[in-house]
């Protein structure tokens, strides 16, 4: 199992981004993926999932209305669209997975696959 994360960068505050997580090993959409970050000095938090049976997503609160995940089946890839990017959005971003659907689904813990991490930085 392998998960890599690309699409960060820099991007004035206001703009957007898209993240991309491409699987190997497994697939998407038989498998729960969420996407993480962490900000300097700040512990890893949870940021969007979705589901692996019926696509349902979830968020957490500072990002709904601004963050889309979704995923592509035919590519095997996760995504997460970021728009109306804020300063306090800057941070490493990771994309994790499970098989199945944790009831945690925001812990670490639910995740043992994780990607390496993509940068990005939100400049006021």
């Known amino acids: 199992v392998q998960l890599q994360a690309s699409g960060g960068g820099l991007v004035q505050a206001g703009g957007s981004l898209r993240l991309s997580c491409a699987a190997s090993g497994f697939t998407v959409s038989r498998w729960s993926m969420v996407w993480f970050r962490q900000a300097p000095g700040k512990e890893r938090e949870f940021v969007a999932a979705i589901r692996e049976s019926n696509g349902s997503t979830r968020y957490t609160d500072s990002v709904k209305g601004r963050f889309t995940i979704s995923r592509d089946n035919a590519k095997n890839t996760v995504y997460l669209q970021m728009n109306s990017l804020k300063h306090e959005d800057t941070a490493v971003y990771y994309c994790?997975?499970?098989?199945?659907?944790?009831?945690?689904?925001?812990?670490?813990?639910?995740?043992?696959?994780w990607g390496q991490g993509t940068q990005v930085t939100v400049s006021s």
């Open positions: 994790a997975a499970r098989p199945g659907w944790a009831i945690q689904y925001m812990s670490i813990a639910s995740y043992a696959y």
